[in-house]
């Protein structure tokens, strides 16, 4: 068997590496077959390390190329199955979201050991984690405390989640010959050892050692480890040398010991074989698997702890002592019991080195090669029998509650933070108009009175913000100043859009008024128009104005010109290779071929038409040709021979290729489009670049996008409207397809 890990690795001084290694060596030797093992290790701060040979490939933390290069060797190496160590802190981006296109690349059984799980996530770390559960074939834990979370916080299946304990090294040392070498005889000694921070609680050990010096002259305590690297960079040595105060203060100097070192497992049991008890003095609950404590009773120590949740869990049926958080005086007396019954001591001692027998690294590793060889001889599972193109259990209920959250009286409030307004940047003409097209769509189709009832509220603000000329403002103030004279092409354009659409689709006679009187008074300035999207736009919305009053020649030759300046940018920027309207792939690109598919529809033009699906085509070849949807980034825009940017993609762009797909398939009842257009709507919910979903299924908004190292987490009215129109432009297309194939049926 080959057996590739991504992981930190030793030398990198790193908890999880020390894992690692001994995890791998373990699972090496496989009943007198020995496996072949390749390391993926994680490096940090353009560190070097000098690795052994086992390491095949370094992953630079923060370099994502890193990690898509990493799952592409590890698909090549022909290994069997991928096991993560997964710690947040030890991948890059937010909240090491990194690592998530590396396991969705994977074509290998994938194995996740996670060392950390959360109680009270924030948005992101849930987010990642639940992802990390839904890739991996099988979940590794250490402790049942993790099997609960998994279950009740991230929603895994029971089925999914393996229990599998710390591993220990079975290294033996002599108690007396261990304390003689460390010139400790006739002394009793307490150890804590580990990455040394203010969570550590050490201070609490160091203040309840007076009292037990008084009876026990004999104590001598040992901290034994580095300060933890991210507090060296955040705090430098400030809580060593508040240890360091604290020590000389209460004059212990004789009796404490803080070594800044970070030792290798061999000198470490030599320690643990030497210490009478081990104490983890841990200041909170929050830790769901601890290899120190590990360590310490496979070694067959006497542990005493505060009770976080690992020890909670493990030393029961006296295999240790609790006291409280920053309870010296309760560990106090815990120490001086146990000091003074050295029966019980050793009782307690006896209880860990027979649980020490249990977890010795080469047990663990066959438990993890038994899991392994399991996946490996499973069948590939069949991809499930599609029943519809378009699933619509896996879309989010939906809600207008983020929308309500950013509409007042006014109009919608343009950002966010976060998932609350930000009042200080006001209103605009897109999100107006985007506003009140989706709540149309929403009123027509669901019904929706929380739709119907903010629909007045847009439609207010669109009509104030028409000039005189028929042209329209974009942006108000929080306090109601305009803060411009003349809005952009993109903003009047989606504004005739929506004006249409509602002529159409209005719920009375009232709102068709309106919109058709804001529609004809800003007609005059249709072709005057010189933005390709601003046109676009506008055409769209002259589409649907057509299908109310067919007979306007006027409007139909507007119609005709304008579609006439989108079939000439196509025909001078088109190349081989290269089928556009311009020399790059900018914003909102699916518009451009969506107009033209609506317009040789009204107009009945095939060259319009062809264009429109050859431009389709083209969009589509660059931003669907990996099973997702990826949209053109705006970091720097596709411009023709050049490389495209993957990263800062926004809402907006997968809803043009929603809406693009949909009429798409309108005009030609090709299923294929259905496929496309869902492949394009799950891109909110994760099926993306970075495999995180935009869609916030607590606040019920939409991300702003997302950059190489993360999710942006505001949810401002354009990317919360972009989903909500995208969700109901699938909703359409089902009931569209559901009846057409009824209809079929029917015929046959």
């Known amino acids: 068997m080959k057996i590739a890990f991504v992981a930190t690795y030793p030398p990198r001084q790193c908890g999880i590496g020390t894992f690692t290694r001994s995890l791998a060596h373990a699972m090496k030797n496989d009943g007198g077959i020995e496996n072949e093992i390749i390391i993926i290790a994680m490096t940090d701060n353009h560190e070097t390390y000098a690795f052994p040979p086992e390491v095949k490939l370094t992953i630079h933390q923060e370099q994502q190329t890193d990690y898509l290069a990493a799952a592409d060797f590890i698909n090549r190496s ?12 030890i991948y890059g981006g937010q909240s090491g979201v990194y690592i998530l296109p590396l396991l969705h690349r994977l074509h290998i059984p994938l194995i996740s050991t996670l060392h950390t799980i959360l109680e009270n996530p924030s948005y992101t770390e849930k987010a990642i984690l639940q992802q990390i559960c839904k890739m991996a074939d099988k979940l590794v834990v250490m ?42 005889t006739n002394k ?64 212990l100097s004789n009796h404490v010991i803080l070594i800044n070192e970070f030792v290798e497992e061999q000198e470490l049991f030599k320690y643990l074989a030497a210490c009478d008890i081990y104490i983890t003095p841990y200041i909170n609950e ?38 409280n958080f920053k309870d010296e005086n309760g560990l106090a007396l815990v120490l001086t019991e146990l000091l003074e019954n050295p029966e019980m001591l050793k009782a307690i001692q006896k209880e860990a080195v027979a649980y020490g027998q249990d977890i010795i690294w080469p047990k663990i590793g066959e438990r993890y090669l038994q899991l392994a060889k399991r996946l490996i001889s499973e069948p590939a599972k069949p991809e499930p029998k599609k029943e519809t193109d378009i699933d619509l259990l896996r879309l989010p209920t939906f809600s207008l509650a983020h929308i309500k959250r950013l509409t007042d009286d006014t109009g919608i409030i343009q950002h966010a933070k976060f998932g609350i307004p930000n009042l200080k940047e006001g209103y605009c003409l897109d999100d107006n108009s985007r506003a009140l097209l989706m709540v149309c769509m929403a009123y027509k189709q669901k019904k929706n009175t929380v739709a119907l009832n903010l629909m007045p509220v847009y439609m207010s603000y669109i009509h104030y913000m028409q000039n005189h000329d028929g042209t329209f403002r974009n942006f108000l103030s929080f306090n109601r100043n305009f803060l411009d004279e003349v809005g952009s092409e993109d903003s009047f354009g989606r504004t005739i859009w929506v004006l249409g659409y509602l002529m159409e689709n209005a719920p009375n006679d009232a709102y068709y008024q309106t919109a058709r009187l804001i529609f004809f008074n800003a007609a005059p300035n249709f072709e005057k128009l010189t933005s390709i999207r601003g046109i676009a736009n506008t055409i769209i919305g002259i589409c649907y104005c057509l299908k109310t009053k067919p007979s306007d020649d006027g409007m139909k030759l507007s119609l005709l010109r304008m579609t006439d300046v989108l079939v000439a940018h196509y025909e001078y920027n088109q190349s081989e290779n290269w089928n556009w309207f311009e020399s790059l792939l900018a914003y909102d690109n699916g518009i451009l071929p969506l107009a033209l598919l609506h317009a040789s529809q009204v107009l009945e033009n095939k060259k319009v038409k062809d264009i429109a699906f050859e431009s389709m085509s083209f969009l589509t070849s660059h931003t669907l040709k990996d099973g997702y949807l990826s949209v053109i980034g705006n970091r720097q825009w596709f411009v023709k021979d050049k490389e495209r940017s993957v990263y800062a993609q926004q809402p907006i762009d997968a809803m043009a290729m929603v809406l693009m797909y949909h009429q798409a398939f309108v005009l030609t009842g090709e299923r294929g489009f259905l496929e496309k257009l869902f492949t394009s709507f799950m891109w909110f919910l994760g099926e993306n670049d970075l495999r995180m979903s935009l869609y916030d299924f607590e606040t019920k908004g939409c991300c702003d996008g997302f950059e190489d190292y993360g999710v942006n987490r505001n949810q401002g009215a354009e990317s919360s409207l972009a989903y909500l129109i995208s969700h109901l432009t699938v909703l359409q297309a089902y009931e569209e397809s559901y009846h057409g194939h009824e209809m079929k049926n029917s015929s046959n």
């Open 188 to 251: 009793k000694l307490l150890l804590t050892f580990g990455f040394v921070g203010r969570n550590k609680g050490i201070e609490t050990v160091i203040k309840a050692l007076p009292e037990i010096i008084k009876k026990h002259p004999e104590v001598y305590y040992i901290v034994l480890g580095k300060t933890h690297p991210n507090v060296l960079r955040s705090d430098g040595e400030e809580y060593r040398n508040y240890l360091q105060l604290l020590i000389k203060t209460l004059e």
């Open 143 to 184: 402790s049942h405390k993790a099997i609960q979370f998994l279950e009740d916080i991230y929603d895994v299946p029971l089925e999914k989640i393996v229990r599998i304990e710390h591993g220990v090294p079975d290294i033996k040392f002599d108690k007396e010959t261990s304390r003689a070498d460390f010139k400790l």
């Open 286 to 323: 929050a830790q769901i698997t601890s290899g120190t404590l590990t360590y310490a009773m496979g070694s067959g120590c006497a542990v005493v702890s505060t009770p976080y949740w690992h020890a909670a869990e493990l030393l029961t049926h006296n295999k240790g002592r609790l006291f």
């Open 78 to 89: 022909g290994a069997d199955v991928c096991i993560i160590e997964h710690e947040f802190g």
